[in-house]
């Protein structure tokens, strides 16, 4: 693997890390898993996640950050791809920050029937009213060499955020395109406007192919780069769960969701 396909640690001035690896599958029995990608990027005076997770991604968030020498408070700002409940959640972890989010995509979400979408209601409502929320747009600079690009189609106001570098862009897509397959077949999983979909993945390529060694980190999937204008992974997928199966708490069952 040469350098231009490996995931760049630092682009830009910034510090790169994949905190959390998205996942692209969902679970059959108990519904999405959920499983979303979460970067940090830190640089020019700035510690930033692009999207924070849900729930169930706390405490790994949490001691990823602890790992780095970081606290929960060190971060200052939080970038939102979009407002369904497995990307936003945890800004209220990051309260104290700077919490960045389309504001079209914000009063779209303000609007969904409760219980019957992805998006948290009332994480949303607390987020309309937050001191520290940044309501941004397309096409603008969010961070230093950061910038905004609209992506509907999985939602009205989604994002991706290009990291704009001299010799190579690093182009966070969060569900605008989820994983590999969806960037093959042109065709978006979960989509309110089939027609904003298919705009928005061909931006996505046009992105892509602008400057060579670009890396894309899609929203539920491993980081990719192009080689002969096919998508190749960077990095290693784990995706490995821990069951109570046997008698005692002491016997555990490791299934690893990773496949060939």
């Given at each position: 693997?040469?350098a231009?396909?490996?995931?760049?640690?630092?682009?830009?001035?910034?510090?790169?890390?994949?905190?959390?690896?998205?996942?692209?599958g969902?679970?059959?029995?108990?519904?999405?898993?959920?499983?979303?990608?979460?970067?940090?990027?830190?640089?020019?005076?700035?510690?930033?996640?692009?999207?924070?997770?849900?729930?169930?991604?706390?405490?790994?968030?949490?001691?990823?950050?602890?790992?780095?020498?970081?606290?929960?408070?060190?971060?200052?700002?939080?970038?939102?791809?979009?407002?369904?409940?497995?990307?936003?959640?945890?800004?209220?972890?990051?309260?104290?920050?700077?919490?960045?989010?389309?504001?079209?995509?914000?009063?779209?979400?303000?609007?969904?029937?409760?219980?019957?979408?992805?998006?948290?209601?009332?994480?949303?409502?607390a987020?309309?009213k937050?001191?520290?929320?940044?309501r941004?747009?397309?096409?603008?600079?969010?961070?230093?060499?950061?910038?905004?690009?609209?992506?509907?189609?999985?939602?009205?106001?989604?994002?991706?955020?290009?990291?704009?570098?001299?010799?190579?862009?690093?182009?966070?897509?969060?569900?605008?395109?989820?994983?590999?397959?969806?960037?093959?077949?042109?065709?978006?999983?979960?989509?309110?406007?089939?027609?904003?979909?298919?705009?928005?993945?061909d931006?996505?390529?046009?992105?892509?192919?602008?400057?060579?060694?670009?890396?894309?980190?899609?929203?539920?999937?491993?980081?990719?780069?192009?080689?002969?204008?096919?998508?190749?992974?960077?990095?290693?997928?784990?995706?490995t769960?821990t069951?109570?199966?046997?008698?005692?708490?002491?016997?555990t069952?490791?299934?690893?969701?990773?496949?060939?």
């Amino acid at each position: 693997m040469t350098a231009s396909h490996e995931m760049p640690s630092i682009a830009s001035g910034y510090m790169i890390d994949i905190l959390v690896h998205g996942y692209p599958g969902r679970s059959v029995c108990h519904g999405s898993l959920g499983w979303s990608t979460i970067a940090l990027l830190r640089g020019h005076g700035r510690v930033a996640l692009i999207d924070v997770g849900a729930f169930g991604v706390r405490n790994i968030l949490i001691k990823k950050l602890q790992a780095l020498g970081l606290q929960p408070e060190d971060v200052t700002d939080v970038i939102l791809t979009h407002s369904h409940y497995d990307h936003a959640i945890n800004w209220t972890l990051f309260s104290h920050a700077n919490i960045s989010i389309n504001g079209d995509e914000l009063d779209w979400a303000l609007t969904a029937p409760w219980g019957r979408t992805p998006v948290p209601e009332l994480y949303m409502e607390a987020l309309a009213k937050w001191v520290t929320l940044q309501r941004i747009q397309p096409q603008q600079e969010v961070l230093p060499q950061l910038r905004a690009h609209a992506a509907p189609g999985h939602t009205p106001g989604h994002l991706i955020f290009v990291l704009e570098g001299q010799d190579r862009d690093i182009i966070f897509t969060g569900d605008a395109a989820k994983n590999r397959a969806e960037l093959l077949s042109l065709t978006a999983d979960m989509s309110l406007s089939v027609g904003d979909s298919a705009g928005t993945f061909d931006h996505i390529w046009s992105l892509w192919r602008h400057k060579p060694g670009n890396v894309l980190v899609p929203g539920h999937d491993l980081p990719m780069v192009l080689d002969a204008d096919m998508p190749r992974y960077v990095g290693e997928r784990d995706g490995t769960i821990t069951a109570w199966l046997g008698d005692t708490l002491e016997k555990t069952t490791e299934i690893n969701l990773y496949v060939t």
